[in-house]
């Protein structure tokens, strides 16, 4: 798949994924288009926001994709994610502009596993 050809969906879409991070764990449902995430940070400080945002992506390797998006109370995500070799890297400004940057293993849900 050319990483430049937008009509071909990402690995990702109409697929749920939970994310684990240090202190952190959310779930993130992608549409079947794969332009908008549904999310659930299911532990940690943020534990039980959750919504509904418009996201775009850029695959930069085979399988791996950089995915970015905000959320409804403003605060900004952006995904590193191998869905091969099940790793994430997210770079997270929370609305008190607190910047994070995390890592962490990255897994499939079952449609009946996610929060959402």
Same mark, same amino acid.
């Given at each position: ?33 794969? #332009?908008?995430? #549904? =999310?659930?940070?299911?532990?940690? @400080? =943020? ?36 869905f ?11 609305t008190?502009?607190?910047? =994070?940057?995390?890592?962490? @293993?990255?897994t499939?849900?079952? @449609? ?5």
């Amino acid at each position: 798949m050319s990483m430049h050809d937008k009509t071909l969906l990402p690995t990702f879409a109409g697929r749920s994924f939970q994310v684990e991070y240090e202190g952190l764990s959310a779930h993130n449902v992608y549409s079947a288009d794969a #332009r908008s995430v #549904r =999310y659930a940070i299911v532990s940690g @400080p =943020y534990a039980g926001a959750s919504g509904e945002a418009a996201c775009q992506w850029q695959q930069i390797a085979d399988d791996v994709y950089v995915i970015s998006w905000q959320e409804a109370d403003g605060a900004t995500v952006v995904h590193v994610d191998d869905f091969t070799a099940g790793h994430s890297q997210a770079f997270f400004t929370a609305t008190n502009l607190t910047f =994070y940057r995390m890592q962490g @293993p990255l897994t499939e849900l079952a @449609p009946q596993e996610s929060a959402l």
